[in-house]
């Protein structure tokens, strides 16, 4: 079982749509939980940063982690046709070491 | 603030030539980089941490003597692929913690290494 699992889509939804990205993990030492954006040929972008359990909402993004179920979420409301990426999860155990990565889910908005 | 630059930003080289990428944080200093590489439709895999002033720290299955990393100062990392043949071609991706907020990642834009 690899330690974080993402469906790699790729998703296409509507301009307008809640878009709901996910990810599992395996490993419960995780504590820091990051969502990237990442267009073609670009390096990933910070989108979200949760630490630990709960809910996070910034514009348009809500991040929310559930360490329970080793399960984290990302959702778009009002979906552009610019968010149109891969978006990646990414999650740590300790602040200043290297991420573990999921694979990356490609979602298209379209107008 | 928070700017990871990388150069070249994309390089086409025989295969046998070696290869540097300069990984730079512009407005901060960083006292761990990191060098992912990230091939076609895959994660960015973690290849080795990099410590100012210290020898990295490299994963498994990771060459040391292929990928030889040096991080000079508080704002420059480099990775020299050595010998570099076509299934090192690969996206190379670093990222930087700052030093005084050691929770946040920051990533630079990427280089394109292409070994013909």
């Known amino acids: 079982q690899k330690e974080v699992e993402q469906d790699p889509g790729p998703l296409s939804v509507p301009e307008g749509a809640i878009v709901s990205l996910n990810c599992t993990y395996s490993?419960?030492?995780?504590?820091?939980f990051m969502w990237y954006r990442q267009y073609s040929r670009k390096g990933p972008e910070l989108l979200m940063y949760?630490?630990?359990?709960g809910n996070k909402e910034d514009g348009r993004f809500t991040a929310q982690v559930d360490k329970s179920s080793k399960y984290i979420s990302l959702f778009i409301r009002d979906s552009q046709p610019s968010d149109s990426a891969t978006y990646l999860c990414?999650?740590?155990?300790?602040?200043?070491?290297?991420?573990?990565f999921g694979k990356g889910t490609t979602l298209s908005v379209s107008s | 603030g928070a700017v990871v630059s990388q150069h070249p930003s994309w390089v086409i080289c025989k295969s046998g030539t070696s290869v540097k990428i300069e990984c730079r944080s512009l407005?901060?200093?960083?006292?761990?980089m990191f060098w992912y590489r990230q091939f076609p439709k895959q994660s960015l895999m973690l290849m080795a941490t990099?410590?100012?002033?210290?020898?990295?720290?490299?994963e498994q299955g990771v060459e040391k003597d292929k990928f030889l990393i040096n991080h000079a100062s508080l704002t420059l990392s480099t990775l020299t692929v050595t010998s570099a043949h076509p299934e090192d071609s690969s996206f190379y991706i670093c990222?930087?913690?700052?030093?005084?907020?050691?929770?946040?990642?920051?990533f630079g834009p990427g280089t394109r290494l292409t070994v013909l």
């Open positions: 990222s930087a913690i700052s030093s005084g907020r050691a929770d946040e990642q920051f």
């Open positions: 490993n419960s030492a995780f504590q820091y």
């Open positions: 949760t630490y630990s359990s």
């Open positions: 990414a999650m740590s155990g300790q602040a200043g070491t290297a991420l573990i």
């Open positions: 407005d901060f200093q960083a006292t761990t």
């Open positions: 990099s410590n100012e002033g210290s020898k990295a720290t490299y």
